[in-house]
């Protein structure tokens, strides 16, 4: 089964700094695509990010970037410019590519992150 | 996202209790989900749906079950509320293929309390 780890439970950043949240992976697949959603108090799920894992090239949203690294099954969010909007529950997801009947995302346990003014 | 709602958005009951949650799409996807939300765990599937009577269990299915009769509708029922359920619930929807969502699209939870 697949497993997603989110390491660091809460994380805080001045605002204007970059912070990095971490995300590790456990899969046997080849084919899958991974997420960052963020979660503001209004408990809505918002996407910020997605990656094919076929992809080689990190994907990029405005300030949002990640570092895949397929090998050692990482997935890391970076935040650049931070805003006091970005506050908010990240989590990083997992979902497997075609095939089979089952496309469930299976979600990390989520960071929690603080933007200080 | 106005193609996914849930229903109610809040809730209290007492233990021992039965309680359906509904999730209503206008998407046509095929794939339906139900997770729960609890701190420290994340989100956790409780069942999902893969077709109009077609579901199974998720990781978290004990205590829960499901019905799909149409392709819009999805009801999770808890048949009797424990304090173990509080939780916030979310309805989720995705197709096949990524498509342009990439993933999911996400309901605005149920928050429910078992007292």
Redesign the interface.
Same mark, same amino acid.
């Given at each position: 089964a697949q497993t997603v780890t989110?390491s660091q439970?809460e994380m805080s950043v001045q605002e204007a700094e970059t912070v990095t949240l971490s995300c590790t992976y456990d899969t046997s697949e080849s084919d899958y695509?991974l997420?960052w959603y963020k979660q503001p108090p209004s408990?809505?799920?918002i996407?910020v990010i997605?990656q094919?894992a076929y992809k080689q090239q990190n994907a990029t949203e405005n300030r949002f970037s990640v570092n895949f690294q397929k090998a050692a099954k990482s997935f890391s969010l970076k935040i650049s410019d931070s805003q006091l909007g970005d506050a908010a529950m990240y989590?990083c997801?997992y979902?497997r590519g075609?095939g089979g009947?089952?496309?469930?995302?299976?979600?990390?346990?989520?960071t929690l992150l603080t933007v200080n003014p | 996202d106005a193609g996914i709602t849930q229903s109610p958005r809040h809730k209290v009951t007492e233990t021992g209790t039965p309680v359906t949650l509904r999730c209503h799409q206008t998407e046509n996807h095929r794939?339906m989900?139900w =997770?729960r939300q609890d701190p &420290?765990? &994340?989100?956790?599937?409780i069942h =999902?749906s =893969?077709g109009v009577k077609?579901t199974?269990k998720?990781e978290v299915s004990d205590g829960y079950s499901v019905s799909r009769s149409k392709t819009e509708d999805f009801l999770l029922t808890l048949e009797s509320a424990t304090s173990s359920q509080t939780s916030?619930y979310?309805c989720?929807i995705?197709e096949?293929?990524?498509g342009k969502?990439?993933?999911?699209t996400?309901g605005? &939870?149920t928050?429910l309390t078992v007292v």
């Open positions: 989110q439970p695509y997420f408990r809505q799920m996407l997605r094919e989590f997801a979902r075609s009947s089952n496309y469930k995302l299976t979600f990390g346990k989520g | 794939y989900y =997770y &420290g765990h &994340g989100l956790r599937l =999902y =893969y077609d199974d998720g916030v979310f989720a995705s096949r293929e990524p969502n990439y993933g999911y996400f605005s &939870g928050r």
